[in-house]
């Protein structure tokens, strides 16, 4: 079974695939058109048209013109915590097998680990014994990651998945609390980035991130926004058993609303004999 370090990347990255097109442009000298250009998508990570069947990518995107859905580049994206010789054999193997698959011209190998001496190694260039072709996979590691200033949300969440952003002050945590909120995920999600940074954060920094969620700034983002959206649905039937309409502008009101003791004033209020729409969203 794989670790939750090696799945953590990969699960970030099927949240946003953009995010692999991201770091090609960060990691390589690879030129890819703007992201208003194109689009990212997850592709058939199956890599077995003559190899064996245990020859299968991690994950597998797909940079793709916008307008013309013409394939522009492949990205393999590989997290690796610990030597094996396979590779020398099966990341060749990525590239060739899918380039014919997707009919992809250009092909990009990118290698996440969570521990630099393994990335270190896999930094090492596999000759394929033909002259000039040479194998250099692009890694990202915790001493070797894209600086995450400036960087897209998406990208701060991984780099502190991997440890590449050290999590070690104040700062940095409050960043990659924010970083999380500012992906613009719905609350699933955004409890499943905080869950990937907390189980592969140390246990110091996990109590740290604790203490910080438990505070004002981010209680409702990361505890009572999810009590919360119990609450609306009650308010609503409340509502819609009482007869009474909401203009567009309270109805955004209330499913924006992550404070369930506000929403419990409001269910109060429509309890109310005599309650209106006025009356229960008054200031």
Not at 19 to 36: D, M
Not at 124 to 129: A, C, E, T
Not at 161 to 185: E, W
Request: charged fraction near 25%; glycine fraction near 4%.
């Amino acid at each position: 079974m794989n670790s939750i370090a090696h799945e953590s990347p990969i699960e970030i990255i099927r949240r946003h695939p953009p995010l692999s097109a991201e770091l090609a442009r960060v990691l390589a000298p690879v030129p890819i058109p703007g992201k208003g250009a194109v689009t990212v998508d997850l592709v058939s990570n199956d890599a077995s048209n003559v190899v064996p069947a245990q020859f299968t990518a991690d994950m597998v995107t797909m940079v793709r013109d916008r307008e013309t859905r013409d394939p522009l580049l492949l990205i393999v994206i590989e997290p690796q915590g610990r030597s094996e010789n396979e590779k020398n054999f099966s990341w060749p193997a990525y590239l060739g097998n899918l380039r014919e698959a997707h009919m992809c011209t250009d092909a990009l190998l990118i290698v996440v680990c969570w521990n630099e001496t393994e990335a270190a190694k896999c930094r090492r260039p596999i000759q394929l014994g033909h002259p000039g072709f040479t194998l250099e996979p692009i890694v990202i590691g915790p001493k070797s990651g894209p600086d995450p200033h400036g960087a897209s949300p998406w990208l701060t969440v991984l780099c502190a998945a991997i440890k590449a952003m050290p999590l070690d002050t104040h700062d940095a945590r409050r960043a990659v609390l924010n970083a999380v909120t500012a992906t613009g995920s719905n609350i699933t999600n955004r409890r499943r980035l905080t869950t990937i940074i907390m189980a592969t954060a140390t246990d110091k920094v996990r109590h740290a991130l604790e203490a910080l969620m438990q505070t004002a700034e981010y209680k409702i983002d990361y505890f009572d926004r999810v009590e919360a959206q119990g609450e609306v649905k009650a308010l609503l039937k409340i509502l819609k058993s009482r007869r009474i309409d909401l203009t567009d502008e309270q109805l955004e009101q209330v499913k924006a609303c992550g404070d369930p003791e506000q929403v419990n004033l409001w269910i109060d209020r429509a309890l109310d004999d005599g309650a209106s729409a006025e009356g229960i969203f008054k200031e």
